[in-house]
Each structure stands twice: as structure tokens, then as C-alpha cells.
């Protein structure tokens, strides 16, 4: 795992955060929706837990909830996550 590229997420975050990306899709209607496979829960999961290990005091935020952010993504409630790293 190498952290040596800067990320293109939110500017002002850029140089103090890592960015998870995972390949979503829309729903039947167009628009985006938690679709996530249970291979990719499972991976987000690992993921997090290394990082975690590795920067314990890390937050897990979402990109839509970062300020100024007019995205979807991801497309699932990040809470779920915060319960389990904070
Ligand atoms: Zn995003």
C-alpha cells in the first residue's frame, strides 16, 4: 500500500486524507444507488481496517459530506463505518 500519489477528492483535503474509490452504478431509474456486491463490503471493510491500523485517528467521511461537495458518492450512509472506527 503505497500513499505516495496526491488524491483529487476535495482540494483543501487533498494532501491529508486518502481516497477509497469503489465502482458503483445506478438504479433501474438512472439514479445512483447503493449497490455495492458483498465482495465489495467485504474489501471496504479490510481496507478500512488497515488503514484504521495504520492512521487510528482517521475519520471516515464521505465524499458528499465534505464541504462544498455536490456529489452521490459514495452512495451508501458512511455511518455505518464511523461505527465501527470511532
Ligand atoms: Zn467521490
Request: net charge positive; glycine share 6%; charged share 25%.
Amino acid at each position: 500500500m503505497s500513499f505516495r500519489n496526491i488524491s483529487y477528492f476535495i482540494f483543501s483535503l487533498n494532501r491529508c486524507s486518502i481516497g477509497i474509490c469503489y465502482e458503483g452504478r445506478l438504479d433501474a431509474d438512472g439514479k445512483p444507488s447503493d449497490t455495492r456486491t458483498m465482495e465489495q463490503r467485504v474489501a471496504l471493510l479490510e481496507l478500512l481496517w488497515k488503514l484504521h491500523r495504520l492512521f487510528p485517528q482517521a475519520l471516515v467521511v464521505g465524499h458528499r459530506e465534505l464541504p462544498g461537495v455536490k456529489k452521490a458518492c459514495p452512495c451508501f450512509d458512511c455511518e455505518e463505518y464511523r461505527e465501527v472506527f470511532h
